[in-house]
C-alpha cells in the first residue's frame, strides 16, 4: 500500500496493535458488548500501549504517533471491539489532540502526562438540547476571582464512565453570541461531577453516559486556548474526530467482510459453497471494493492534516460519510450472506450491524458532513489556529 511506503511504521503498528487486539480484545468483545463495560484489566493494558495517548508527544510520555498512524490503530482495535476502539482514539485523539495544539504548558504537563500514564479523556460538547447545533449549549462557565464555576449537563459522552477528566465546552459569554461565547476547560473528575451510564444499541463498552457538572469550581488556567475560541477548538477536535471516528467504522466494516467472505466459503447451498452462487460472490466483490475505498479516504483525509494541508477539513468530512454510507452497505450485506444465523444473537455480524449505525452520527450526523463538504467546496471552511487570530 502506498501509505506503508510513506510511512514504513505504518505495517510495524498495524501488526503489532492487531496482534494485541487479537490477543486481549476479541476473546472479551462478545462480553463487553453484552455488559457495555470494559474490564480495569483491558483499560490498563491500553494504557500501557499507549493507545488511550496515542497523540500524546513523546517529550510527555506519550507515543506520539501521527493522525495516520492513529487511524491504523483505531481501526485495528475496532475490528475486534468497536467500544475499545473508539474509547482509545476519543483519550488518544479528541482529548489529547486540543490540548497539544491549544493548551498551556502547565496544562499539557499535567494532563498529556496523565493521559500518557493510563488516565482517560473524555470529550464533552453535546447537551440534551443541542448537537448538531452545539453553538446552543447552555452549560455555564462564571468567573469567580481566579476560577470559574461550571454548572450543566452534556450527554452521549464517550468514555465518561471511566474518564479521569472531562474536555467540557462551555458558556461564558451571552447566549446570543453563539459560537464565540463558548470556551473549552479541563475538569477532573470529582464530587461535583456525576456520570450515568447510557445503554447504547452499539459501541457498547465506550462509557458513553451523561454527565452533569454540579457547580465545578476550576482554576483560570484550565482553560485551554482562551476564552470565548473553546468553540473553534472543538470544531478543531472534531475534524481530526472525524478521521478517526471513520477509522472505527471501517474496522467494524473489515470484520463484518471477513466474517462474509469466510461464512460464503464454507456454508453450502444446492450443493456448493455459497461464494460459488453468482449472487454472493457480487455481494463479497461490492463490499471488497467499497472497503478499499474507505480506507483510501481516509488514509488521504489522514496524511492530509499530517501535512497540515487544509483541504483535510474537507476530506475528514468526505472521510466520515463514507465510511457511514458505505461502511453500512458492507455491514448489511455481510449480515445478508449469513441468512437467518446473521439475524441471530449467536452471530459476529449481530453486533457488527448495530455498531455501524453509529458511524451516521456520531462526531457529526451525515446531514452535517454533507453540510460541510458543501461549505468546504464553496470555500467557507477556514482551518483555525490560534495564533492566526
Ligand atoms: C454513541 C455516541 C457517542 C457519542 N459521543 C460523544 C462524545 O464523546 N462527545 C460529545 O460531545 N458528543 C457525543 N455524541 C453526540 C453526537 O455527536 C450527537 O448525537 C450528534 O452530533 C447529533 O446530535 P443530536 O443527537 O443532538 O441530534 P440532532 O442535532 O437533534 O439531529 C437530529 C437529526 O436532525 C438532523 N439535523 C440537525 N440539524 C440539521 C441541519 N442544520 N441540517 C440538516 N439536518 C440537521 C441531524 O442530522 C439528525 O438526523 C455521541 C453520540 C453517540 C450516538
Redesign the pocket.
Known sequence: MVFDTLDPQLPVIRSMVREFAEKYVEPEAKRIDGENIISRELLSRLGEMGFTSMRVPEEYGGPGFTLLETSVVAEELSRSSSGVG?LAT?SGD?VAYPLVEYASEELKEKYLTKLASGGIG?????EP??????ASLTTKAVRDGDEYIITGR???????VYADFFLV?ARTGKPEDRHRGITLFVVDRSDCTEVSKLE?M??RG?G?GEVLFNECRVPAGNIVGEEGIGFKIAMMALNEGRIVTASTGLGVAQAAFEEALKYAKTRKSMGKPLIDHQMVASHIADMAVKLEAIRSIIYTAAWKADQGDPDYIRMASIAKYSAAKWGNDIVRLALQVHGGFGYSKESKVERLYRDIK?IE????????Q??VIVKALTGKVKPFRMTAK
Open positions: 473508539i476519543v479528541m473524555a470529550f464533552a460538547l453535546t438540547c443541542c448537537g448538531s447545533d452545539a452534556k450527554t452521549f459522552i464517550t468514555n465518561s465546552a447504547m452499539g459501541y465506550s458513553t453509529m452520527i456520531g462526531d457529526g450526523t451525515n446531514e452535517i454533507k453540510l
